[in-house]
């Protein structure tokens, strides 16, 4: 093998390797996320803000408001989405 492709082969290994943990990191934290959300009461609609020793944990609840005509869903109002595609 030539220098070129052990180095190629090196920085896909290691890109390989960065991938995995991202992933690994992302379901870490999105675990950390659901257990931190179930110890808080959140409001309907709000801010709920408390003190978490060192931190300061902030959780904004906005209501998800869907606009249908018919089976068509025109607007979402939590992504701010609107949806021009028709069904008759």
């Known amino acids: 093998m030539t220098e070129k ?10 890109l390989a ?4 943990a991202e992933g690994e ?3 870490q ?4 996320e659901d257990e931190i ?5 959140t409001k309907e609609e709000g801010v709920d803000t408390l003190d978490a ?3 300061t944990v902030s ?3 906005k209501p ?5 005509i018919g089976k068509t869903k025109l607007f979402n109002s939590s992504s701010g989405i609107l949806n021009h595609s028709r069904s008759y």
């Open 64 to 68: 998800t408001v869907c606009y249908y």
């Open 37 to 41: 959300s179930a110890l808080i009461a």
């Open 25 to 27: 990191a992302k379901r």
């Open 5 to 14: 492709t052990l180095q190629l082969e090196r920085l896909c290994s290691n």
């Open 29 to 32: 934290r999105l675990q950390f």
């Open 17 to 20: 390797a960065a991938k995995h």
């Open 53 to 55: 020793g060192g931190f």
């Open 59 to 61: 959780v904004t609840s």
